[in-house]
């Protein structure tokens, strides 16, 4: 160092000589330069190697081409597994063992035992493929069942309770005839059925729609009509008309008209009443209407109501 360096040295602060020595180190140390990356080597699958040993008298042996060791991972052993569970599943469900033969059916009267289960769908069935919700769903869909229920037992056997709806009046609308539930609703006739009211009317007057679990009447007409069948036995189908309402023809020679609803023990009364009154003065009349049981009145005249 020069002798004017050292005064300019001296003259420097003490901060401004030490960036200085730092500045003169950090140059003479070189970098130093990165290791190189050694790419790791795949490690080779192991491998079985077989010897065969040939006859002593050539002394030598036979060497095979080395195969691979396989080894059964996870997901391999899990998917033979699925597959096994899978095979088995099939055949459970397939098993003749677990099929249903033939259900057996309770309560049913309206319905043959036949007719229940084909619109249950269950016989030839699996057990295990049965839902009794939907087999209830599918049995409640008609109009003729009222409850159903359905039990599965061990190992193919299905028995179907049914509650039925049974009619309280035929009823023929128009030239087609439907029987009809104490709640109005109508289905199509099973055969022959004690003690049902019999309801004739020219032009249709139910309301039939697609819906079969939908009242085609009011209930209150076939109660009024019961009632009015019930005093008066021995007049045949009572008629059904939109405007006069229910009506018989008498033995006598008149048409009776009584209305739709209301109180018909008390305008039967009225109606013995009238035919007494006229029978004992002669008069032969064509109608007797008591559709009013305020003001009954009747016609010599024989019009259709």
Known sequence: MTVGERVGWRDRTRAER????RAREERLVEPVPPEPKVKPRRARKPRRRYDIAL????????????????????RLLTAVLLVVTALALQGVLTAPSF????????GARLLSDSQVRSLALVDGQS????DPQVVIRRLLAYPEVATAELVVRWPNRVEITVGERHPM????DGGETWWISPEGIAFIQHGDWPGLVSLVSDEPMLTVSDDPLVPVVDPAILQAAAVLSGQIPDVGPLHVDPVHGLGF????????????????????????????????RGVHPGIISVEDVAAPYYSLERTSP
């Open 18 to 21: 030490v960036r200085s020595r």
């Open 169 to 172: 009046a035929q009823w023929e």
């Open 127 to 130: 057990v295990f493929q049965i």
């Open 99 to 106: 099929r249903v033969g033939e259900a057996s059916v309770i």
């Open 249 to 280: 023809d008498d033995p006598r020679g008149w048409r009776a008209s009584f209305g739709l609803t209301g109180d018909m023990v008390t305008r039967v009364r009225v109606y013995s009443f009238l035919v007494e009154y006229l029978t004992a």
């Open 55 to 74: 006859p002593a008298e050539l002394g030598a042996e036979m060497r095979l081409p080395a195969l691979p060791v396989i080894r059964l991972g996870v």
